[in-house]
């Protein structure tokens, strides 16, 4: 093949100039997504474990791209320091109090930086400020979580498995209940005894509200009502009458020298058991008592 013919040279510089082309055309793409071309400041945020995050992965302010991971470093052994290189258009919306947390980018994505957008009163972040952070979830620890669970499922359904079979082989108080048809008997015996019941005490109330009966004359009937208070009355004033009686018997002359001897002797009687019990009274007698002797 001639390698210094007119043609030949042509087609080279074509080709050459286009490998430039797409050469620089990919520079420029990859600076344009690594932010080299736009003005952009630092922020840091620290995490236990960073899941798989990588140099180069996005981060992301209300759901957009405004910045990717610049460093991962290791502080020690329980914190890792992550730095964002975030353009600087998007600055004026960030807040002080902003919270970093880790994301994905679908369910399968590569990992990603999510921030927060913060209070409305809180100061805008500054230029290399450090942001506070939220520990993202484990995967692991929750396919162990979900391991756990399931292995109680599994022996909640077993058992259950074993309760069925003891109800259909009609064992225990709910299997006999299903399958024994003298309890069912029972119970629609006693639900029909309980109808009546409920029916009698229908009836009788029914004849209560009538009047009928003595409860419901008693309830009903106002005459009967007027009678009972008219007895009441007559018992009450019979009961004064015989007071009344009593104390005329005791203020009658013949009776009189009886009932105030009576209370002589009672009142006494009363003295003498006041005397007995007061320890001065009976102190001052026992001192005579032993004078005289």
Do not use: C, W
């Amino acid at each position: 093949m001639e390698t210094h013919t007119k043609k030949y040279k042509v087609r080279l510089g074509l080709f050459t100039a286009g490998g430039i082309v797409l050469f620089i055309i990919a520079i420029f793409f990859i600076g344009k997504q690594q932010n080299m071309f736009d003005p952009v400041f630092k922020l840091s945020s620290n995490f236990y474990n960073v899941s798989g995050l990588q140099v180069g992965n996005n981060v992301r302010f209300s759901g957009i791209n405004v910045g990717v991971v610049d460093k991962i470093n290791i502080i020690n052994d329980s914190t890792v320091n992550v730095q964002m290189l975030i353009r600087k258009n998007v600055n004026q919306f960030i807040k002080s109090d902003a919270i970093v947390s880790l994301g994905s980018d679908g369910m399968i994505g590569d990992k990603l930086l999510l921030i927060s957008q913060g209070s409305k009163d809180a100061p805008i972040v500054e230029e290399g400020q450090h942001i506070g952070s939220v520990e993202p979830i484990e995967i692991d620890a929750i396919i162990a979580s979900l391991n756990v669970t399931a292995g109680h499922a599994e022996i909640i359904s077993k058992e259950l498995s074993e309760i069925m079979f003891q109800v259909n082989s009609g064992k225990g108080t709910l299997g006999k209940l299903i399958h024994d048809s003298s309890i069912a008997d029972n119970i629609s015996q006693s639900s029909d005894n309980l109808k009546r019941s409920s029916k009698g005490l229908t009836d009788i109330m029914a004849h209560i509200n009538s009047g009928k009966g003595t409860l419901g004359r008693l309830i009903q009937d106002t005459t009967m009502a007027v009678n009972i208070n008219q007895t009441l009355v007559n018992l009450e004033r019979s009961s004064k009458g015989m007071e009344e009686t009593i104390e005329a018997v005791q203020n009658s002359f013949l009776l009189r020298g009886f009932f105030k001897k009576k209370a002589k002797e009672e009142e006494k009687e009363k003295k003498a058991a006041e005397k007995n019990t007061d320890p001065e009274i009976k102190a001052v007698e026992i001192k005579a008592e032993n004078e005289n002797q």
